[in-house]
C-alpha cells in the first residue's frame, strides 16, 4: 500500500481505526426529532378531542348568574362650575369620596369610575374626581366625551 494517503500514523493493515462517524448518528437524531416535533400535536389535540366527547349531563340550576359579572360603572358629572352629580344627586367632595369609597367595598378592585365633565369646565374639578378615586383606591375611571 505505498502511496495511499490514509493519514494514520502506524500504516499497516493491523492498525486500529481510532476515529468514530458520527454523522450517521445526527441523522438518525434529526429524523427522531422531527417525528415527535409532527406527531406530539397531533396526539395532544385527540386527546383534548376525546376528552370533549365525554357524555356529561350538566345539572340544571333556576337561579344560576355568572360568577364573575361585570360591576356597574359609576357615572360623575361634572358642571361648568365645578358642581358634582351622582345619579342626578348633587354631591360635595365628602359626600363624593364616601360614595366612592362604598363602590370600591362594594367591588373590592373592580369598582369603574366614568367622569363626565362639561367641555367648558376647569380641569381642576376633573383632576379633583381623579384624586378622589385614587383615595377611595379606585385604579379604573376614565374622563369621557361627548359623541
Known amino acids: 500500500m505505498a502511496g ?6 502506524d500504516e499497516s493493515d493491523e492498525a486500529l481505526i481510532s476515529d468514530i462517524n458520527v454523522t450517521p448518528l445526527v441523522d438518525v437524531v434529526l429524523v ?14 385527540m386527546d383534548t378531542l376525546r376528552e370533549r366527547e365525554l357524555s ?9 348568574a355568572p360568577l364573575t359579572s361585570k360591576p ?13 352629580s351622582v ?3 348633587p354631591q360635595t367632595e365628602d359626600s363624593l369620596l364616601k360614595l366612592l369609597m362604598q363602590a370600591q367595598a362594594d367591588n373590592p378592585g373592580r369598582a369603574t369610575v366614568k367622569i363626565r365633565a362639561d ?9 379633583t374626581v381623579m384624586n378622589l378615586c385614587n383615595k377611595a383606591k379606585i385604579r379604573d375611571y376614565q374622563v369621557t366625551t361627548a359623541d
Not at 4 to 9: E, H, K, L, R
Not at 56 to 64: K, R
Not at 72 to 84: A, C, P, Q, R, T
Not at 119 to 127: E, L, P, S
Open 119 to 127: 367641555r367648558r369646565c376647569r380641569w381642576q374639578y376633573v383632576v
Open 4 to 9: 495511499s494517503g490514509g493519514g494514520y500514523a
Open 56 to 64: 356529561v349531563v350538566l345539572p340544571q340550576a333556576s337561579e344560576a
Open 87 to 89: 345619579r342626578k344627586e
Open 72 to 84: 356597574k360603572e359609576l357615572f360623575v358629572n361634572v358642571d361648568i362650575d365645578g358642581h358634582y
Open 32 to 45: 427522531l426529532l422531527i417525528v415527535f416535533m409532527i406527531t406530539m400535536p397531533m396526539i395532544v389535540r
